[in-house]
């Protein structure tokens, strides 16, 4: 079951501004982490998928989890992507997670090389919580095999939290397979399960879910956190029923851009749009037909 000491309810994947370069638009990143805070998210996600956080070095991302905590902001509402292919790099980064009292690393499975065996996936962890070596460590395992093309296999899930329980404390399910995460829910109970969509709100508390950590959160805020705050109720259905609609809207193109695109029009700013290569942002068609879509929605 969930933990109330721990991040739960309605958690944005928030995208991250870039400039002329790509490089993160720490400005923008901040003024928009403010404003989902206020407007209805109980956490954020940083540098995950949507936040293109394999397009960013070592040096860029530790440097927008330091501009986070720099900033003053709440640590205990953000969570941080830290994965990549190179272990060292991935402790490295989570080790910062921890000194910057962010409230879990969200880690990817190694990644690239294929096959990947469940004692191989173990090993990895077991050496990744052992070169971190913070008693704060709190990890969230990621599981979006359809970019990693390695799975969090249950089996591996649970023996992790059997030798880990302090540092293991849950999952993000971004394979769109609630029957997966209702798996893991059922075979590791104390495990802090979000799915990656907000329509799954609808009935978290009965499925044992925390919450839900979403791309579309960046547009979805406010009926999202209505209808996690309503589950069960008609009111709570409608607001999540309108959360899904506005995903869907965005899923039409490729979500990332969608994201980004929206938010340009959210904040009368084009500088939003922006992607890192080899991500490209939506024509100006695809973003008037998007812009219409949620028009018509909110």
Known sequence: MPSPARPRGVIAATATP???????????????????????????????????????????????????????????????????????????????????????????????????????????????????????????????????????????????????????????????????SREIVRAVPELDVFPGSEASLVQANADGFAGCISASVNLTAAPSQAGWSAQGTPDGAAAIAKAAAMRAALSRQPLIASVKAALAVRYDDAEWSRLCPPLQGLSEAQSQTLHDALAALT
Not at 112 to 130: C, E, H, R, S
Not at 143 to 172: D, F, Y
């Open 18 to 180: 870039v400039d002329a370069a790509f490089r993160p638009d720490l400005p923008r990143l901040l003024r928009h982490c403010r404003a989902l805070l206020d407007g209805g998210c109980d956490a954020i996600n940083l540098l995950g998928t949507t936040g293109e956080a394999t397009s960013f070095s070592l040096e860029q991302r530790l440097g927008v989890m330091r501009a986070i905590f720099d900033a003053g902001m709440p640590m205990h509402r953000f969570m941080v992507g830290t994965g990549l292919c190179s272990l060292d790099e991935t402790a490295t980064l989570t080790r910062a997670a921890c000194e910057m009292r962010f409230a879990g690393a969200l880690v990817l499975p190694p990644f690239f090389y294929p096959l990947v065996q469940a004692d191989g996936l173990i090993t990895y962890v077991d050496a990744l919580i052992a070169r971190v070596d913070r008693p704060s460590l709190a990890i969230y395992l990621y599981h979006i095999p359809q970019n990693t093309q390695v799975p969090w296999p249950v089996s591996v899930v649970a023996e992790l939290r059997r030798r880990h329980p302090a540092a293991l404390v849950g999952l993000k399910d971004s394979a769109g397979d609630l029957a997966y």
